[in-house]
C-alpha cells in the first residue's frame, strides 16, 4: 500500500511539474517532460528483442505521452488566447 501512495505522489507531482513548465513564456519549456519521456520509451524498447512486442510495448507507452501532450496544448492554448485579448485590448487603447 505505500509503494503505491509513493507511485501516485509521484505521478501528481509529474503532473503538477509539466503544468508549471507549459505555463511558462518560453513554448520549448513545456516539452522538456515529453521530450524526456519519448527519449526513455525508445530505450527501453530498444532493449526488446521480439519486434512484435516491442511495436506493442511502443504503442502502450505512448498512452501517457498522449497526456503529457494534451497538458501541454491546454496550457498553450489558455496562454494564447490570454495574450491574443492583451493584444486586442492594447489596440483599443490605442484608437
Known amino acids: ?7 501516485i505522489f509521484f505521478i501528481t507531482a509529474l503532473i503538477g511539474l ?3 513548465l507549459s505555463y511558462r513564456s518560453n513554448k520549448l519549456i513545456g516539452l522538456i517532460i ?16 521480439d519486434y512484435l512486442v516491442a511495436i506493442g ?13 494534451g ?13 491574443t485579448y492583451e493584444i486586442n485590448r492594447m489596440k483599443i487603447n490605442d484608437l
Open 34 to 49: 515529453p521530450v524526456l519521456y519519448l527519449t526513455g520509451s525508445i530505450m527501453f524498447v530498444c532493449m526488446l528483442s
Open 1 to 7: 500500500m505505500r509503494g503505491f501512495m509513493v507511485i
Open 57 to 69: 510495448g511502443f504503442l502502450i507507452l505512448m498512452i501517457p505521452m498522449g497526456l503529457w501532450l
Open 71 to 83: 497538458i501541454y496544448k491546454v496550457c498553450r492554448k489558455h496562454i494564447d488566447q490570454k495574450n
Open 18 to 20: 509539466q503544468l508549471f
